[in-house]
């Protein structure tokens, strides 16, 4: 069925942005669906009752989150059938963007039924703007794993990505993940960290990763609220051009010093395996 037949005879979806902590940020267009809407789906009813509540408005809730949000589908799909006019929010800013409702959109599509977004806050693209770091292309990895191993290897399959990486990072969480952004990216690669944007304690921490990580530490404050992480992507890549002068490099060391010491510093400027330099010392020096 197309959403063109499916807006005559049924409802629509719409997906309502909502204030990241500034509710006077909440649009007039969201304050507009939101007081049309015949049910609103929310991931936490009782968060999104005193938004509701702020605005004048006493409406359906239903509880749409991650853990349920396939057995909630056909309960909005009927709502929509009967012409229904639906609106899905998140607990802050525009739902879907790490948070729930992919599933939901995609049935709602997949059954004909216009879609509709409601642009307004979120907060990587909040983030980013005020940043000073690159944005003409950004990597947005949402939430790492929770685990540290896990995390570890996440971030270092991100390592050499040359697009400005976006991460969200709960409280309890946010200095294992500076931590590790040291461990594995290094003490030099730039890093803004934005803390409860805008809210009263709006906070920007800037600098390297170390040096972030240092400012939150001595903050007394640096492990409260909500946080985005935004790192700057690696100016050196592997496979790039300047591999192109490893070659010439190795050439010139090899005939000053021994082979393996040329290969590991070789390695360290220019990403390059040790192993493989090595083996290609090995041909220049015969050479």
């Known amino acids: 069925m197309s959403s063109s037949v499916a807006s005559v005879v049924g ?60 057995d909630r589908v056909g309960r909005i799909l009927s709502a929509l059938a009967e012409g229904q006019q639906v609106a899905l929010i998140s607990d802050a800013g525009t739902p879907l963007i ?23 806050p979120c907060a990587l693209v909040a983030a980013l703007s005020a940043a000073g770091l690159p944005t003409d292309r950004f990597l947005f990895a ?23 990486l ?27 960290l934005g803390r409860e944007l805008t809210k ?11 040096e972030v990580l240092a400012e939150l530490e001595a903050d007394p404050h640096g492990s409260r609220g909500e946080f985005v992480v935004m790192v700057r992507g690696n100016d050196v890549v592997a496979g790039s051009s300047l591999d192109l002068d490893a070659d010439k490099l190795l050439k010139l060391l090899v005939a000053e010093m021994p082979v393996k010491k ?23 020096k015969g050479d």
């Open 200 to 210: 009263t304690f709006e906070t920007f921490y800037t600098g390297t990763v170390k």
């Open 11 to 70: 409802g629509r979806l719409s997906i309502v942005a909502t204030p990241i902590g500034n509710l006077a940020d909440l649009s007039d267009r969201a304050r507009q669906v939101l007081a049309a809407a015949d049910l609103v789906a929310a991931e936490d009813t009782r968060h999104s009752s005193r938004l509701l509540q702020h605005l004048g408005l006493s409406k359906p809730l239903l509880a749409l989150h991650d853990h349920n949000e396939r």
């Open 98 to 120: 790490s948070d729930p409702g992919y599933i939901l959109v995609r049935e709602a599509r997949k059954a004909g039924f216009p879609v509709s977004p409601i642009p307004g």
């Open 262 to 284: 040329a290969a590991k510093i070789v390695a360290e400027v220019s990403g390059i395996g040790k192993n493989e330099l090595y083996q290609r010392a090995l041909q220049l």
């Open 166 to 192: 976006v991460f969200y990072e709960s409280p309890h969480r946010i200095l294992d993940l500076m931590q590790d952004l040291v461990d594995e990216f290094g003490d030099d690669r730039e890093c803004v």
């Open 142 to 164: 949402g939430f790492l794993p929770a685990k540290r191993a896990g995390r570890r290897s996440a971030l270092a399959e991100l390592r050499e990505q040359t697009a400005t």
